[in-house]
């Protein structure tokens, strides 16, 4: 009997991007049909007649069961950047002329932009902490973002895992060092599905995630958990009827705001569930043994590319989850191509796809490697053998 693989990704390509825009099995994709088919059938029965909410609501009790979140504090978003931008965009009737937003150098361009805009508009100021790269240890963060923090700093951003660089970040330690004077936002769009992730025990004012990446939902499911003594005042970016409670009817004014901004598909939130319950049968072991897996394929994908390219690991184990990042050879692309020549050789001759930033500046440059379950550990012998074919080794 042929096994038909979950995955729809496409033969003959290794994939070693999951890290970018996650992968979505099969029957996960099949439930959010399901669900189209449902509310296309009576729009406005499911919309108004309750049974969206009551399905919204369910999916929300997974999901905050999940990653260890009480449910008054759980909304959906489309992804972790919106979530990021609500956050900034309540927070500006607070901060005063010259207020401080303090971010890292390692975080997300978007969610930067996100804090430099709501910055202006209070004429406020983002600073930057510089967290080096390579590095040896958690406390190296720690000393940068927490010798950045001024008498002016109102809050944090710090990812739970970096985008460009691939570290897991010290979040637990800045939280119990930062908060609650100090109010610390967990960009964590790498976190759930991930690492052990428990929202709750964080202890941070503003958390948001995706769950299109490593929990493997449909794209554009995401959530923002808010603890209990930030809620008050807490908006989403887009202001529709739950405003001024007109709908939907909800006992929580947080939920109404964010769980109606107008008509939109909301069948990715609703195969949160589903999508949780689908990866975690994968593994013998559910999801510990699926975090487990993933994460040792990962440094073992990056041990045979420290090997092929004669460099030391540019961070310590224990802080790599299931992306990270290497130092290729500099190259100047700072002109107009939107991919680095190296990424695009390595797609259009080897048929691998892998992200190569330019980091922290042109020319020097990072390729980051993801492990997840439909990966092998041959996938980054051929990335390591391509690349070296590709750099001229």
Known sequence: MVSVSPWLLEDGVLHLNHGSFGATPAPVLEAQERIRQ????????????????????????VVA????ADEAGLVFVNNATTGVNAVFRSLEPSLA??????????????????????AARADARVVTAQVPFPLESFQQVIDAVLGAVTERT???MIDSVTSATGLVMPVSELTAALEPEVALLVDAAHGPGMLDFDVSALGASYVTANCHKWMCAAKGAAFLWVREDRREG??????????????????????????????????????????LDTVAAMHPDGWPGVRAATRALCLTGRKILLDALAIDPPAPENMIGSI???PVPPADNSGSEIFDP???????????????????????????????????????????????????T
């Open 38 to 61: 449902r509310f296309e059938a009576n729009p406005t029965k499911y919309f108004v007649g309750g049974e969206y909410q009551s399905e919204l609501d369910a999916a929300r009790r």
């Open 65 to 68: 069961d999940f990653v260890g």
């Open 97 to 118: 002329p010259g207020d401080e937003i303090l971010v890292a150098d390692h975080e997300y361009n978007a969610c930067v932009n996100a804090a430099l805009v709501s």
């Open 154 to 156: 109102r809050v944090v």
């Open 234 to 275: 807490m908006y989403p970016p887009v202001i529709s009827h739950g405003y001024n409670d007109a709908w939907p009817s909800s006992e929580s004014h947080f939920h109404a705001q964010f769980d109606w901004t107008g008509t939109q598909d909301p069948s990715a939130w609703l195969t949160v569930p589903v999508a």
């Open 324 to 326: 990270a990042s290497v």
């Open 342 to 392: 190296l990424m695009a050789a390595l797609a259009d001759n080897h048929n691998i796809q892998v992200p190569v930033f330019t980091w922290p500046e042109p020319p020097e440059r990072l390729l980051r490697i993801s492990a997840h379950l439909y990966n092998e550990e041959w996938h980054y012998q051929r990335l390591a053998d391509a690349l070296l074919t590709e750099l001229g």
